[in-house]
């Protein structure tokens, strides 16, 4: 059961654009995550934000998160093609044994 | 740095075969989770552990079973093998809930069932 949809599927930019990807959930989360997959590799943890915060950055990275629409966004700025991976949100709840559950993800084109 | 290790990054089966996966953890985590990831339906949850010898099914636990013997490793099986389980088979670490949520994941293993 999925409980992340990431908007759009796809997202193909250029070199030095932002690349903003979107993320809705279902139910009441403890924490929301964002994670990089480069093709055919396990996935990199890249940032979380915890269900009382708002806003997270780290480094060219920003995560907001509104709890009252269930949804969060990732903005990647200045991106480079090294970017170029998918990106999936996932969330945990509680009592879940910190199970995460993932959306489908985007798949992000930074063109040079 | 936190590391996870599966046993084989490319695999290829015959329907019926008996498969195993194997993942080893060095970060002493208690948590260790399969998932499998098909284009278009993201990572699904196989099944999870949160200690040794526990065991908890996830989404998609059918043809599957697992083992962990040893808090490091935790194993999944195949027991016979079907072409509908060619896919990219993950496994991931973490902390008991409470202390971090990050997930740590290790490079994926293709399967391929013939």
């Known amino acids: 059961s999925q409980q992340g949809e990431e908007d759009p599927q796809a997202l193909s930019i250029q070199e030095g654009e932002n690349a903003t990807m979107n993320c809705s959930y279902k139910?009441?989360?403890?924490?929301l995550q964002w994670y990089r997959q480069n093709s055919g590799r396990g996935l990199v943890h890249l940032i979380l934000i915890r269900s009382n915060e708002r806003e997270k950055h780290s480094g060219r990275l920003r995560v907001t998160l509104d709890t009252s629409k269930k949804s969060s966004s990732l903005l990647i700025t200045a991106s480079r093609a090294a970017d170029t991976a998918s990106y999936f949100c996932a969330t945990t709840y509680s009592g879940g044994y910190n199970k995460l559950i993932f959306g489908a993800g985007t798949r992000l084109a930074v063109h040079p | 740095d936190v590391k996870v290790t599966q046993s084989s990054r490319y695999l290829v089966k015959r329907t019926g075969e008996k498969v195993f996966l194997e993942c080893v953890q060095d970060?002493?985590?208690?948590?260790m989770f399969w998932y499998r990831q098909d284009p278009g339906l993201g990572l699904r949850l196989i099944y999870f552990s949160y200690d040794v010898k526990m065991k908890e099914k996830g989404d998609i636990p059918e043809g599957y079973s697992v083992s962990r013997e040893k808090k490091e490793r935790f194993s999944l099986i195949l027991e016979s093998a079907s072409t509908n389980q060619t896919s990219m088979y993950l496994c991931a670490s973490s902390f008991r809930q409470g202390r971090t949520d990050t997930q740590y994941f290790g490079p994926g293993t293709r399967l391929t069932v013939l």
């Open positions: 139910t009441s989360i403890n924490n």
């Open positions: 970060m002493d985590h208690e948590n």
